[in-house]
């Protein structure tokens, strides 16, 4: 298993996002701090080599967020040995020029524009495809990304069971609940970011997976998707067609546009990574990516704590481990259902019955919890990483509702020393 965080950055007196030369300045200390970590320039990124594999500190969409790759694990105690030493090692180094990370699911206090966007042809690419005012709410977005490394005969199903299990999910881990100075509507409002940047073109890519019902049937669906975006050494391109996938490969290539320079048309022959770059244009609550071996559970915002992250990796992991139980529980609920418990879900956490069924979602939660359980124990894993959210059910609230309490009562210096991320 592996995980892949994207964490906000403040200035730790306002809260206000950071922008890319502050940005660059604390990679620049990253690496004076620890000459271990070298900077790659071209794609304002540090790599390391640990326990035999590269990490990276580096960065997605926005200049206010660190997006951290973390060695695979072989348990989720060496897991989380892995984060709490690379977050303890940026936290100490960030704070020492006046920078926050911050454990919660957006950037809370700044507004989204383009002086937050990261200079990358990729992301110059991702305007091509979206209203961009909507795309840069992108910049904002954190979460907490787990992979678990699966069989082929398995992906279908346990990308189904993340998939099938995401709002229940949502309504446990809730955690973007103040967005631009302003306590949202919604508990989880960060998941709604995808919805509103693609659901009109792109509505088959969003939210739930469907059911695919086996290997082939994901190959199937793979290959009816549009292919967005492709990559050739250094460069980007967009595709000037086809309409899917299957239409790219049986034609041996298509025309693209390179992005950057003079935008020429050329026509590129297909390629085996073509198709990995493909499971990354789908935004469902879990994907495949087979560039790695796993499938990668993408539903939860980033945490408060590192003990709070782990417990989003023992979820994942132990429903994974009993992938049979746990869809049996949730296979007979339809898609439509499920998407509707999840938009509930974002808004209001774990307070969702699940449309037509009268069921409280926070069934769903406690089956949700013992399958984990079980198949955390069928894997020899430690349980007690599940602790975060047996707490979080208990007390019937969300980390979301505990900073728009903290927010409303003392204001933007009780939010900051609340959200900051402990490790």
Request: glycine content about 10%; overall charge negative.
């Amino acid at each position: 298993m592996g995980l892949e965080l994207e964490i906000p950055i403040a200035h730790r007196k306002s809260g206000l996002a950071v922008e890319f030369n502050e940005l660059v300045r604390l990679f620049e200390k990253l690496e004076e701090a620890d000459p271990g970590w070298k900077m790659d320039c071209k794609e304002l990124c540090l790599r390391k080599v640990v326990d035999g594999y590269e990490v990276s500190i580096g960065t997605d969409v926005g200049t206010c967020g660190l997006e951290i790759t973390f060695p695979p694990a072989g348990s989720l105690g060496e897991a989380k040995k892995n984060l709490v030493g690379i977050l303890a090692f940026v936290s100490e180094v960030a704070n020492g020029i006046g920078i926050s990370l911050l454990g919660y699911g957006v950037q809370p206090l700044s507004s989204p524009g383009s002086h937050l966007v990261m200079p990358k042809d990729r992301y110059s690419a991702l305007m091509n495809f979206v209203e961009p005012e909507r795309a840069y709410y992108f910049t904002l977005s954190a979460a907490t990304q787990v992979h678990v490394d699966v069989g082929k005969e398995d992906i279908a199903r346990v990308i189904g069971v993340l998939n099938r299990f995401g709002p229940a999910m949502t309504a446990v881990f809730a955690n973007s609940g103040i967005l631009e100075g302003r306590q949202s509507d919604c508990l989880d409002v960060r998941n709604l970011f995808w919805d509103n940047v693609y659901q009109h073109r792109y509505p088959e890519r969003i939210g739930l997976a469907p059911d695919f019902g086996g290997f082939d049937g994901y190959l199937d669906k793979m290959m009816e998707i549009g292919p967005l975006l492709v990559k050739r050494e250094e460069d980007y391109f967009v595709y000037k067609g086809p309409e899917s996938f299957r239409d790219f490969i049986s034609q041996g290539g298509a025309e693209v546009i390179r992005i950057g320079g003079a935008g020429e048309t050329i026509r590129l022959s297909a390629e085996v990574s073509d198709m990995f770059a493909l499971e990354s244009a789908v935004w469902w609550e879990a994907r495949a990516k087979g560039a790695y071996g796993t499938v990668e559970s993408r539903t939860c915002s980033m945490q408060p704590s590192c003990d709070h992250i782990m417990a989003v990796a023992a979820v994942v992991l132990g429903l994974a481990h009993n992938s049979n139980a746990a869809y049996d529980r949730v296979s007979g609920y339809d898609r439509g259902t499920l998407m509707k418990a999840r938009r509930d879900s974002i808004g209001s956490g774990m307070n969702v019955q699940i449309d037509g069924t009268g069921e409280p979602i926070m069934e769903l939660a406690n089956d949700m919890l013992r399958l984990a359980k079980d198949g955390l124990a069928i894997a020899k894993e430690d349980v007690s990483h599940l602790a975060p959210m047996q707490a979080i059910l208990d007390s019937k609230r969300t980390s979301a509702q505990a900073s728009q309490e903290i927010y409303g009562r003392d204001g933007v210096s009780g939010l900051l020393r609340h959200v900051e991320l402990r490790v």
